[in-house]
């Protein structure tokens, strides 16, 4: 089913959205990928604010290319989530409410989404360029000197998701492969 929602997410809206939904995603969200995680989390272990609010924002695992000449921002696909699933449980624990990656969660990520009423979107791989025409403005807001692993606020418009792992737990991935068999 299609959904066009507004970021940031509410919990009545998060907890609407099911697995294999697709979910064209209007408003505001943040890009942190690995370097950005593991500053969060080192600022979180010296009881430091995060230079951003977890609080019913979503975060795109996304370092752009350089913008061209008129463009907000350069490609802007999805990364490997997994590679956040050490940081992701603690920030949903803070009030994270959605994610956008590619690829598969951890049993703690996944119990983490459902102890939250959060969820976890997928993006397509390998559709950067495609996936950057929904993004209507991009400021670096954090961590400058991580150059494109910076965490940035994006404004979007319709930015195309599909939800991978719900609030109740429902994983596409596992379901689409039981369909298959």
């Known amino acids: 089913m299609d ?3 507004t970021a940031p997410l509410t919990d009545e809206t998060a907890e609407n959205l099911k697995a294999g939904d697709y979910v064209y ?10 370097a950005a995680h ?32 008129g463009r907000p921002i350069g490609s802007a696909g999805p990364t490997t989530a997994s590679r956040m699933d050490k940081y992701a449980p603690r920030l949903l ?12 969660r951890s049993r703690e ?4 989404i459902v102890r939250n009423k959060a969820v976890y979107f997928a993006a397509v791989g390998g559709a950067g360029a495609l996936l950057s025409k929904s993004i209507t403005a991009s400021e670096v807001v954090a961590y400058d000197d991580l150059g ?7 404004e979007v418009k319709d930015f195309p998701t599909i939800v991978v792992i719900d609030s109740e737990g429902n994983d596409l991935y596992e379901t689409a492969v039981k369909e298959i068999k």
Do not use: C, F, W
């Open 3 to 5: 959904k066009h929602i």
């Open 25 to 34: 995603i209007t408003g505001t969200i943040y890009t942190a990928r690995d």
């Open 38 to 69: 593991l500053r969060m989390n080192e600022a979180l272990d010296k009881n430091e604010p995060l230079p951003i609010a977890m609080q019913q924002n979503i975060i795109y695992y996304m370092g752009p290319s350089p913008a061209r000449k």
């Open 93 to 104: 624990d803070l009030g994270l409410k959605g994610m956008i990656g590619k690829g598969k």
């Open 109 to 112: 990520v996944k119990d983490a």
């Open 148 to 154: 494109t692993e910076a965490i940035r606020k994006l």
